[in-house]
């Protein structure tokens, strides 16, 4: 068990730009998910993935985020046209379905800035 | 719209003594709630969680307590050791398609002092 590993773990980007963040999940865990963290805040939901299928997205995902999980292994997640807002820590878990006792196993995060 | 208020934002506690930190919740829809302890520079770690049927749930120096009519819990670490130091975070799961849709509080940094 390696654990759940995000890259790169900083990312400075100037507005306007595009950036991708990779997680990659422990590897016998079916569920993965994508939460955002900003400063003085807990993290919030985003979306998931039950192995390859997005199975529900946050309305805070506005339609520059885009986030894939081919073949149900690692996922991606893009941002198109950054902006200052979107400046924050994206964390990224995963499970293994067993029931009520699921547990979330995070990465360390990505943190974006954006200039 | 916060479900779920965490309203200490730090505490601090002589090593050996109890911890309570405490959260509120406003959706009568959660159905479990979880603890987790964040580090600086990696991510929230589980630590101890309790199901909506139940009041308490003890493992070893942590103790999560539930009050439903109060829409109220709290985590009790007894007794206080330097490592609990770290930012603690409640989170509330919302039924749905029994995914771990997670509604996190703003987190509590707890310091535990020698």
């Known amino acids: 068990d390696t654990g759940v590993s995000q890259d790169p773990r900083h990312k400075i980007t100037k507005r306007g730009q595009n950036v991708t963040f990779r997680c990659d999940p422990i590897s016998e865990h079916n569920r993965l998910y994508w939460y955002r963290q900003t400063l003085g805040q807990g993290p919030e939901f985003l979306t998931y993935?039950?192995?390859?299928?997005?199975?529900?997205k946050s309305r805070l995902l506005s339609d520059r985020f885009s986030a894939e999980r081919p073949k149900g292994s690692f996922s991606t997640l893009e941002i198109q046209r950054t902006e200052q807002g979107d400046s924050a820590m994206y964390l990224c878990?995963?499970?293994?379905?067993?029931?009520?006792?699921?547990?979330?196993?995070f990465g360390s995060g990505t943190q974006l800035s954006v200039l | 719209d916060q479900q779920v208020k965490q309203n200490s934002p730090s505490l601090s506690v002589q090593e050996g003594r109890i911890s309570i930190l405490n959260c509120d919740y406003t959706n009568s829809m959660f159905d479990y709630f979880l603890w987790y302890k964040k580090y600086p520079a990696e991510g929230p770690t589980f630590l101890i969680s309790?199901?909506?049927?139940?009041d308490k749930n003890e493992d070893g120096r942590f103790t999560v307590f539930l009050n439903k009519s109060a829409k109220h819990l709290s985590l009790h670490i007894v007794p206080s050791q330097p490592g609990d130091s770290a930012v603690y975070f409640c989170?509330?799961?919302?039924?749905?398609?029994?995914?771990?849709?997670?509604?996190f509080g703003q987190g509590t940094r707890l310091t535990i002092n020698p």
């Open positions: 309790i199901s909506s049927i139940k």
């Open positions: 993935f039950q192995n390859e299928a997005q199975l529900e």
């Open positions: 989170a509330a799961r919302r039924p749905s398609r029994g995914a771990q849709k997670l509604v």
């Open positions: 878990a995963s499970s293994l379905r067993t029931g009520e006792n699921e547990k979330l196993f």
